[in-house]
């Protein structure tokens, strides 16, 4: 079967979840659809496949019966968007020469409209480690602070760690470079797994030290402008960006010697 035959038969059959797509990048978190927009640079740099193989076709057609029974049973609809990404990274990774390739279907998840869920879901456990590592990092630093929930107390002043300090934005931005660099360098994916997490590491660390310095800057008599917030989460974004290239890196020289 031809590769764009395979592509658009795949998308034809799982049409109910592109409809669903499309009415929530209406909606809302329409900015997701920028990590789809680089997966599909990325692709059209790779060599134009003719053919897809048997193998895919087979695995493609049973997902197409797994979302048919996904829809008739009431589950979510981001079930059915889930099993559509899959279908499509079957063959999307056969443009980077591999049965199976993880930051392409990384950049696939990040394409979906789930940041409201991830932040209605996630949002407060996210807020509340933050402010307990923040806690943890002003003692270190010689401040007696107290951690309430997402509460930090000091002197009798409570600085609240709102839901846009949760990180969701950061994380999934962080993420995407994550897998922008991944796909970029054709990570392995044990290589992949192994710069996911610590990416994801330093993403979670470049919000508690966001967290902590804009608790230092709530606390102080001067009067700050309104930029100030956005102006530090953008250098301590730099800052993780550095990071992850550093640790890109070290794999890739890691991958040299091996």
């Known amino acids: 079967m031809k590769y764009s035959h395979a592509i658009g038969l795949c998308l034809l059959a799982n049409w109910p979840s592109l409809a669903w797509l499309f009415y929530r990048f209406k909606e809302s978190d329409g900015h997701c659809l920028f990590a789809l927009a680089i997966l599909i640079l990325f692709i059209s740099k ?26 008739f049973s009431g589950l ?3 079930a059915l968007a889930f099993i559509l990404i899959i279908n ?7 443009s980077f020469q591999k049965a199976w390739f993880w930051p392409s279907f990384s950049l696939l998840v990040l394409s979906l409209p789930i940041m409201s869920s991830l932040q209605f879901f996630f949002g407060y456990p996210l807020r509340l480690l933050a402010t307990q590592a923040s806690a943890i990092l002003l003692k270190v630093g010689g401040i007696n602070v107290y951690a309430h929930g997402t509460v930090l107390e000091w002197q009798g002043r409570q600085t609240v760690v709102d839901a846009p300090c949760s990180g969701i934005n ?9 897998s922008i660099i991944a796909l970029y360098e054709k990570l392995s994916t044990l290589q992949f797994f192994k710069f996911f997490t610590m990416g994801f590491g330093v993403i979670f660390l470049a919000n508690v030290i966001r967290n902590t310095t804009l608790f230092y800057l709530e606390n102080t ?26 640790i890109q890196k070290r794999i890739s020289n890691a991958k040299a010697l091996s």
């Open 88 to 94: 499509l990274n079957l063959f999307i990774s056969l």
């Open 170 to 178: 950061m994380l999934w931005a962080g993420l995407l470079l994550i």
């Open 76 to 78: 979510p609809p981001i």
């Open 221 to 246: 008599p001067l009067q700050l402008p309104e930029f100030t917030h956005n102006a530090v989460g953008l250098f301590v974004f730099a800052l993780f960006a550095f990071s992850l290239l550093l």
């Open 46 to 71: 790779e060599k134009k496949l003719e053919i897809v193989t048997a193998h895919q076709v087979k695995w493609s057609l049973i997902l197409n019966f797994l979302a048919l029974i996904t829809l």
